[in-house]
């Protein structure tokens, strides 16, 4: 089913793998919306969401600070998944040691930041 975090605060939350707030595999969309993360982080990929063969991600007037991965995907890792948007948020300190610091999309949907 789908994954929604609405009017959160989530701070210092790991992963000693994937996904540092969330691991969603074969399931439905992942929502953020209005919400505060902040100092997340993953071992391997996806510092906040780690999506693999789901839905679409979308973090909607959210703020994410400080979230970061060991490999890819310092705010959101999708792979096999549906669209990635990033819409009316703010993105702040986020990285990855190899790529995309805020969004690695493999074989997955468009990606937006508006």
């Known amino acids: 089913g789908a994954v929604s975090i609405i009017g959160s605060t989530v701070t210092s939350c790991s992963a000693e793998r994937d996904g540092g707030v969330v691991y969603a595999e074969h399931s439905g969309a992942v929502s953020l919306i209005g919400s505060t993360v902040a100092g997340c982080s ?4 996806g510092g906040v969401v780690m999506a ?3 839905g679409a991600v979308s973090i909607i007037g959210s703020t994410v600070t400080s979230c970061s991965a060991e490999r890819d995907g310092g ?3 999708a792979e096999h998944s549906g669209a990635v948007s990033l819409i009316g948020s703010t993105v702040a300190g986020c990285s990855a040691r ?5 969004v690695m999309a ?3 949907g468009a990606v937006s930041i508006i």
């Open 52 to 54: 693999f063969d789901s």
């Open 42 to 45: 993953a071992r391997q990929w």
């Open 106 to 108: 493999f074989d997955s």
């Open 75 to 77: 705010v959101v890792y």
């Open 98 to 102: 190899q790529w995309g610091g805020v």
